[in-house]
């Protein structure tokens, strides 16, 4: 089946560090990836996506990279600041979306 | 403005009594979904609607249903309410296409005493 993994939170960070969030997925077939952000109070917003292997997704100074042959997307950037402070989730689509459990980040200042 | 709507964005009611959320979208999606959010589970699919009349179970249908009439509203209705669907729910659209972009609605936060 169908499914998607991401770490475990919550993620606490200082301003300008590097983060990393971790995502790997089971499919069948190929799936495209997404990675959503959810502020607080707020629905999910697409933060970016990736439609087949060994594509990079970018938006807002984050990337992930489709990585078939390790079944992994995983969210990185390289300097975060409070404004990231959210729930990050990763997805996939095949027939439906699946979603992961969403990591929470903080980011002190 | 492109825009997923959800009314209402907060209740609560009582166990047994039929209530019914609306979703709304102005985008000409043809695919809208139903999400409940839940902690430590992430989202879940409820139901979700390829097309006008045209809808399928996701993973947590039990005790919902939906109906897609227009294409622009696609209603969860919750016949009888129990406590263990106290939960944020979420309307989602997106058109067909190779890449299925989802938008979302600010969800509702749904009670059941």
Not at chain 1, 43 to 55: F, N, V
Not at chain 2, 40 to 45: A, D, E, K, T
Not at chain 2, 56 to 78: A, C, M, T
């Amino acid at each position: 089946g169908n499914s998607v993994t991401q770490m475990e939170g919550p993620v606490t960070l200082s301003e300008e560090a590097f983060l990393t969030i971790n995502c790997t997925y089971t499919a069948t077939g190929y799936p495209s990836l997404f990675w959503y952000v959810q502020y607080p109070g707020e629905g999910l917003q697409l933060l970016l996506k990736a439609t087949k292997a060994d594509d990079k997704g970018s938006n807002k100074g984050f990337e992930a990279t489709y990585r078939k042959e390790t079944t992994s997307f995983h969210l990185e950037k390289g300097s975060v600041q409070v404004s990231d402070s959210a729930v990050y989730f990763c997805a996939l689509r095949a027939n439906q979306f699946y979603f992961g459990t969403g990591t929470s980040l903080t980011v002190i200042p | 403005e492109a825009q997923v709507t959800q009314n209402p964005r907060y209740l609560i009611t009582v166990t047994g009594k039929k209530l019914t959320v609306t979703c709304s979208q102005n985008m000409n999606h043809e695919y809208m979904s139903w999400y409940r959010q839940d902690p430590g589970l992430g989202l879940r699919q409820i139901y979700y609607s390829m097309n006008v009349e045209v809808t399928d179970k996701g993973d947590v249908p039990e005790g919902y249903k939906v109906s897609r009439k227009e294409k622009r509203n696609f209603p969860l209705i919750l016949e009888s309410p129990s406590p263990n669907q106290t939960s944020l729910y979420f309307c989602a659209s997106s058109v067909r296409g190779s890449v299925y972009e989802q938008y979302f609605g600010p969800g509702t936060r749904l009670t059941v005493t």
